[in-house]
């Protein structure tokens, strides 16, 4: 069974259209999904969580659909955005005591554990807490969840180095777990490389490419001691002489051309 699989699968907020995203994340993987800003991640985000209905195609979630188990997706999926989505002047503990009451099977043991790891202030309000903190705390309350799908939006933006490798170690841990499922939408395609099994590219609220990572990365080079890259059968063809092409690369490859 699949973590998450759309096929065809259309959204709309305002004038903004997800259109025919078909992608497929299988149980035990991290999807490593990229994008430029205004690129539809946030609202691929939303739909999947259930904030914004589609209006058309699949949509499951560990083999759910909102349509005939809504709540069963609740209790298997938890997502972190990239801005607080908690009232600001709300403090952590309260944040807790929500938490303990939606989600029955919210871990306190492993939450607390998490807030003396990274010496979380729950007196505090959200909106007084550094960045860095905020993030560890939505992500600490995400993973207290138990969820079995995390759906990760900029978790490491405006993050400092130690920050970002305490949040590492957190996301790499919960995937200890063969049946988890993680998708990371992040700018910082460098940390995807190293951490993704999959890569889904959207630009302009289209899919471009979805698909494990070793084929993308095989698919691609790049002409030696150029940016420029291109598919890896034509190079060979016109004899050319090239190197690996990064994630980073192949990424700009793809959406990098000025829109309309």
């Not at 739909?47 to 195609?57: P, R």
């Not at 554990?113 to 309350?141: C, H, P, T, W, Y």
């Not at 691609?220 to 890259?229: A, E, I, P, S």
């Amino acid at each position: 069974m699949n973590g998450i699989m759309t096929q065809h699968m259309d959204a709309r907020i305002g004038s903004f259209r997800l259109e025919d995203i078909t992608m497929t994340v299988e149980k035990g993987t991290v999807m490593g999904l990229l994008g430029r800003n205004g690129a539809g991640k946030t609202t691929l985000f939303r739909t999947i969580n259930g904030t914004m209905l589609k209006t058309g195609g699949v949509l499951e979630v560990c083999g759910k659909t909102f349509e005939t188990d809504e709540m069963g997706i609740r209790s298997v999926l938890s997502v972190v955005y990239d801005t607080m989505n908690v009232n600001p002047y709300s403090k952590g503990k309260r944040l807790l005591k929500y938490a303990r009451h939606f989600h029955p099977s919210f871990d306190e043991a492993f939450f607390e554990e998490m807030v003396e790891r990274f010496s979380i202030d729950l007196n505090k309000r959200v909106s007084a807490l550094s960045l860095g903190a905020q993030k560890k705390l939505m992500l600490a309350l995400a993973l207290a969840k138990r969820p079995k799908v995390l759906l990760l939006d900029e978790p490491m933006i405006g993050i400092d180095p130690i920050d970002r490798r305490a949040m590492t170690d957190l996301i790499q841990a919960y995937m200890e777990d063969e049946d988890n499922t993680v998708v990371i939408s992040s700018h910082q395609v460098e940390d995807l490389e190293k951490i993704c099994d999959g890569v889904t590219v959207i630009d302009q609220g289209r899919v471009v490419v979805s698909q494990d990572k070793e084929t993308l990365m095989e698919r691609y080079v790049r002409v030696k001691g150029q940016h420029t890259v291109m598919d890896a059968e034509s190079a060979l063809k016109q004899g050319l002489e090239t190197e690996t092409a990064t994630l980073e690369d192949i990424f700009v490859h793809l959406v990098g051309k000025e829109r309309d």
